[in-house]
């Protein structure tokens, strides 16, 4: 019953910052996702024994390609298979139930915050048993293997019934399918002081959370309006679908506009929050008040000892370079632990396993903690939440009584996407040669500090990593330049700009960083080499 199939490599196999993420047609193209898998199952070597965590987002493809992915592992020899019911796992209930079940790692086929559908995006991301995602060590081995693959092992068995839970059996391979929502729900219970919630929503606490269509709609329905007791119907777009209704599944001012709108309208609710197609990441609005997700990161970090599984103390946070400085303040104050590290979450992993962080965050609407090993939308909110609920505070007062405390870093960022690879690749490699002759000069009353690549030494392994170039100015300010590694066509050029005020607090943002935009783009000529003189997506 397993079947040998020659194929033939393809050549673009290579993982990103989270997983592989390819059009959905490069992935349908025939034995593109079978390479792909039989490629991590012959560098992980021996299957048998081990037990992995499956599940997705839910986006077109998924159906097809989860019933390959169990009819594979079978065939290679895995013992078991855990997966959430109908393939439905958000990113963060993955990770919950490979480290609960101290299984041997987990798949989540998903594309994250890239859009769904046939002419959308497909992806795979692939954890080991810490609980991350793997490291670049591992995925270029994967990728080296894929370039040379010439068969894969399938199981010849019909498809299995994922609507129905309980176990199974394909072969000698057990298969699991489980309630895709309770064991996350019973990790957020632990944590947080759900009793304190329920209060708040019992007496007229109102909430909006957008589920974008996409993973964490049944989430949310069961959390906030099932066992917090949010009004029916807070939680919208909360059906997953294949396509995710046409929305753009990535939590930001840009592609959550009907949330925004709502917001900063008459009728806006006191809460607003949503998150991406795989519920990893969050973005948290007030009433006409929008939170950067730097500042999120800062805000949470100050408030732990408001949090139940926090409050005895926490080990330190990490954020990615590119993320704002507010943080660095934040732990500074509490004495505790700082690291920055590359963008990408897997980055994290060996600082939580070695006791040094227990919060984290990115500026692209990521924030988590050593729950798990994943970054965590719904245990965002939820935290936002529990602070509103424990201090009787708005989302707005909160935010300004921390500017109030530790200043304010002004911060946006400015992506230019669809560059061509190569004139994206030489915008870079140009930019990088002419750092060293930035240091020190003065431009437009901006004093340059340094003006250097962003070099990473993981304190635990001791691998190096190298990703994006950063220009500090001597007020603090910086200019950080990054190429996306997510995309699935062509090249996005990212810039980050940061400006810290002690007590300029309400400024606008892009009027804080109108000269330091016009620097960047002169610096590294972007204008000029990429035709682009705006941004396509500002956030
Ligand atoms: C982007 C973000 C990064 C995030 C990554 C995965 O990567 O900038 O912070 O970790 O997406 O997010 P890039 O390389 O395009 O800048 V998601 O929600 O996969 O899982
Ligand atoms: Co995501």
Redesign the pocket.
């Known amino acids: 019953m397993i079947k040998t199939i020659a194929t033939q490599p393809y050549s673009d196999q290579k993982m990103g910052t ?1 997983g592989l993420r390819k059009k959905t047609k490069v992935v349908m193209q025939p034995n593109y996702f079978e390479n792909f898998m039989q490629s991590i199952f012959n560098t992980i070597g021996d299957s048998s024994g081990k037990t992995f965590v499956v599940g997705g987002d839910g986006r077109f493809y998924n159906a097809i390609a989860i019933q390959k992915l169990i009819k594979m592992a079978a065939a290679n020899g895995v013992a078991k298979l855990i997966v959430g019911q109908n393939g439905l796992l958000s ?1 963060p209930a993955s990770s919950n139930i490979l480290l609960k079940n101290k299984t041997d790692g987990g798949f989540v086929l ?1 594309a ?2 890239n859009p769904g559908g046939g002419n959308g995006d497909f992806g795979i991301k692939y954890a080991n048993e810490t609980g991350g995602q793997i490291p670049t060590s591992i995925s270029d081995k994967i990728f080296e293997t894929s370039k040379q693959i010439s068969e894969y092992k399938i199981f010849d068995a019909p498809d299995i019934d994922l609507s129905r839970l309980g176990t199974q059996k394909l072969g000698d391979m057990e298969i699991e399918v489980i309630d895709s929502v309770k064991d996350y729900v019973e990790m957020m219970e632990r944590i947080f002081d759900f009793s304190a919630i329920k209060k708040l929503f019992a007496n007229g606490f109102s909430m909006r959370f957008d589920a974008m269509n996409a993973v964490t709609g049944p989430y949310a329905i069961r959390i906030f309006e099932e066992v917090l007791g949010a009004t029916k119907g807070s939680v919208v777009h909360a059906i997953p679908l294949p396509d995710f209704g046409g929305l753009h599944p990535d939590p930001n001012l840009v592609y959550a506009k009907e949330l925004v709108d709502f917001m900063f309208s008459e009728h806006a609710a006191d809460f607003a929050a949503a998150n ?6 969050n973005m948290i609005l007030g009433k006409k008040f929008f939170v950067t997700p730097s500042d999120s990161l800062a805000i949470l970090t100050d408030n732990f000892k408001l949090i139940p599984a926090y409050k005895n103390g926490i080990f330190g946070v990490g954020k990615s370079a590119a993320t704002s400085s507010a943080v660095s303040r934040v732990a500074q104050a509490h004495n505790i632990g700082y690291y920055e590290v590359p963008t990408g979450w897997k980055y994290f992993v060996n600082l939580m396993d070695s006791n040094r962080i227990t919060f984290c965050g990115e500026e692209s609407f990521g924030t988590g903690s050593s729950h798990i090993r994943e970054k965590d939308g719904i245990w965002a909110v939820l935290f936002w939440l529990n602070i509103i609920a424990a201090t009787g505070k708005s989302v707005e007062e909160i935010t300004r009584e921390h500017w109030q405390k530790y200043g304010r870093s002004y911060y946006m960022r400015f992506d230019f996407e669809g560059i061509t690879t190569d004139i994206a690749d030489k915008l870079m490699a140009d930019l990088e040669n002419k750092l060293p002759l930035l240091n020190g000069k003065e431009i437009n009353g901006f004093k340059i500090a340094n003006a250097a690549p962003f070099v990473y030494n993981d304190p635990v392994d001791h691998s190096t990593t190298k990703n994006g170039l950063i220009i500090t100015f001597e007020d603090g300010s910086r200019i950080v330049y990054r190429l996306s590694g997510t995309g699935s066509s062509g090249a996005t050029i990212r810039v980050y700009l940061e400006r810290y005020s002690k007590d300029n607090l309400n400024a606008e943002p892009l009027a804080m960083l109108t000269e330091l935009l016009r620097i960047a783009l002169d610096v590294a000529e972007i204008p000029e080499r990429t035709g682009k003189h705006q941004a396509d997506v500002v956030t």
């Open positions: 989270g990113t998903s994250s915050h991406d197609g795989d519920g990893d990441r």
